[in-house]
């Protein structure tokens, strides 16, 4: 046999035990007539001393990543050797035997120690990347919380089922990928955003409670909290409502909280706060936001529209708002980076900011001063409970561009001004979102998708006029700041989804192509019924403190969605373009 035990297994009770284990060098101390190694395998490490002359031969040539077999003998190591912060750390294993299974060239980055890598080299060499103690650590706390939240919907009588990865493009959201198909030349599967339908179907054929970690494909733009490929964990339910979907994931999240973040401080135990989407805007600037820093937006469109200055008043008569931030100490800010916050204002299509600084001796700088009376300043201050040295920036504009532009700032000063306790949580629910929003073309699209209810007073009054002021049965988990997922109320009456669809302006031929299955399922005795899909990746990642999910992945993508490992995506023969009547056409690029 290759191994009697494994590295992280032998205590004190194994004492005098002959053993023999396998793992790879991850250290090597040389001493000239005696030798340390520290051997590691997926469960941890073993010290192992070779001090017989033959072995000590054999070990001198013997290199960090070696995969090598010991046989020795367990032994107690010395009082003041004892290392408390290993479980191995009491004991030794005195070599009487090793054997070379397989050698290894240098790697090309520490194994043993935490460096800044390269990450286009780590992902190149990621097989090497995961031997490293905090990778591999990252994907056995991925592997039992997976299993957690798998034991509690089982106990929750909930049924596995897989759904298809080939499916029917319907696109409503992100951009989907293609997979065209041999047998039907011309014709396309698509990798699946999310099993969203599949699931509503599953509720249609009876199953009343589903779940599955549901591997999902999007084709957009990276950043730190996105894969083209990522992992969510997919919950559908008959026969309920909201509060029957919140309450019961309310439930597991503190449970997982209780059990893999105990280290952390919770704000708040077992109930969680929920605030509406419009509140949640009107405060933090965000459908997501960071309750874990006391930085809130004040309303001063009241106080804007009583003052002398004309430009504010136009934009309150056409229907905009006029918002303030108070940052404390934000005097310190110079102002190359007030001029910062005003360009993030002018990315969400806004003119610019206007500003207050209330320095040290209480006298006052910055461009409301030209424009407000000193009573309307006075207001202001008394509003927002500004003091001295303390920033006011003010923006005026459209409801959505003004909350983003100040929550943008908003999180850009809990960071700056080391507002945000890192050890704490802070999970709550945004709930009620509109059904629909005008995206930036000045089309109506669903703000979930297309599948949620809407409030049926709310749609009844505004599906002739204004689409957003709809609201819906809607509800996202948000931790410090990350959406980890979210759900809705379903439709589960044909005539409201076929209404719905059309309201949005999708013509009848493209309801029946993208949509008709669906339709003609909800008209079987389709039951009430909603679901959640909550980020997997995302949710072990703000567990571990990782920056990103790409540290919690196997084989994650980089940035630019290459896989460097395996050297994807890359070409395909002609042989294969003619079998599935494809041929690739030139892109036309700036550099050609």
């Known amino acids: 046999m290759y191994r009697t035990h494994n590295c992280g297994e032998l205590r004190r009770l194994n004492h005098s035990q002959i053993v023999t284990l396998c793992g790879w060098v991850h250290q090597i101390r040389n001493h000239g007539e005696l030798v340390f190694l520290v051997l590691r395998d997926h469960y941890g490490i073993t010290q192992v001393t070779i001090s017989q002359k033959d072995l000590v031969?054999?070990?001198?040539k013997i290199k960090s990543e070696w995969l090598i077999q010991i046989q020795g003998k367990v032994e107690l190591r010395p009082e003041n050797q004892v290392n408390n912060h290993q479980n191995t750390g009491e004991i030794e294993v005195i070599a009487q035997k090793i054997e070379i299974i397989n050698d290894s060239p240098l790697p090309p980055f520490p194994i043993d120690q935490e460096q800044n890598v390269n990450e286009e080299l780590r992902y190149e060499y990621r097989y090497l990347d995961l031997r490293r103690p905090r990778m591999h650590h990252n994907l056995v706390f991925r592997s039992k919380l997976t299993q957690f939240i798998r034991n509690f919907y089982h106990q929750e009588n909930f049924t596995e089922v897989e759904t298809p990865i080939l499916i029917k493009g319907t696109p409503e959201g992100s951009r989907e990928y293609l997979v065209p198909s041999r047998i039907f030349p011309g014709k396309f599967f698509v990798l699946p955003q999310s099993p969203q339908q599949l699931k509503q179907l599953l509720m249609i054929g009876g199953f009343d409670r589903y779940f599955q970690m549901a591997k999902c494909f999007r084709d957009e733009d990276l950043r730190g909290d996105r894969q083209p490929e990522f992992t969510q964990i997919d919950v559908e339910m008959s026969f309920i409502e909201q509060e029957d979907m919140i309450q019961l994931h309310e439930r597991l999240f503190f449970e997982i909280l209780r059990e893999f973040a105990s280290h952390k401080r919770i704000m708040w135990e077992e109930v969680l706060p929920r605030i509406s989407y419009h509140e949640?805007?009107?405060?933090?600037g965000s459908d997501k936001p960071d309750l874990r820093f006391n930085l809130e937006i004040q309303s001063i469109?009241?106080?804007a529209q009583n003052s002398d200055f004309t430009v504010f008043k136009e934009i309150i008569q056409t229907g905009g708002v006029?918002?303030?931030?108070?940052?404390?100490?934000?005097?310190?800010?110079?102002?190359?980076?007030?001029?910062?916050?005003?360009?993030?204002?002018?990315?969400?299509?806004?003119?610019g900011l206007a500003y207050l600084q209330i320095r040290e001796n209480q006298e006052l700088g910055g461009s409301l001063v030209k424009i407000w009376s000193p009573d309307s300043l006075q207001k202001l201050q008394n509003l927002c409970s500004s003091k001295a040295g303390d920033l006011i920036l003010v923006a005026a504009g459209k409801f959505n561009k003004v909350c983003n532009t100040l929550g943008q700032i908003r999180t850009y000063c809990g960071k700056a001004l080391n507002l945000i306790d890192s050890d704490l949580l802070a999970p709550l629910w945004v709930y009620n979102f509109p059904a629909f929003e005008e995206n930036d073309e000045g089309e109506i699209v669903a703000v979930h998708h297309p599948f949620t209810c809407p409030i049926q007073s709310d749609f009844e009054q505004y599906k002739n006029g204004d689409l957003t002021k709809i609201g819906s049965y809607t509800y996202d988990l948000v931790l410090n700041g990350v959406e980890l997922g979210g759900g809705s109320i379903r439709i589960h009456d044909a005539k409201l989804q076929q209404e719905v669809f059309e309201v949005m302006g999708i013509k009848a031929e493209d309801i029946d192509l993208r949509f008709g299955h669906l339709i003609k399922a909800l008209k079987y005795g389709a039951p009430p019924h909603g679901g959640i899909a909550l980020g997997l990746d995302r949710l072990v990642m703000l567990l571990l403190d990782e920056p990103s999910i790409r540290e919690v992945i196997?084989?994650?993508?980089?940035?630019?969605?290459?896989?460097?490992?395996?050297?994807?995506?890359s070409p395909v023969a002609e042989k294969e373009l003619k079998e599935l009547g494809l041929k690739i056409a030139e892109i036309k690029t700036e550099k050609n």
């Open 554 to 569: 196997a084989f994650p993508k980089d940035n630019k969605t290459k896989d460097n490992m395996l050297g994807a995506p």
């Open 322 to 351: 006029v918002h303030a931030l108070s940052i404390p100490q934000g005097g310190q800010f110079s102002r190359k980076q007030i001029d910062e916050f005003t360009e993030i204002a002018k990315r969400n299509g806004l003119n």
């Open 280 to 284: 949640a805007m009107s405060k933090y």
């Open 301 to 303: 469109t009241d106080l």
């Open 57 to 60: 031969e054999t070990a001198q």
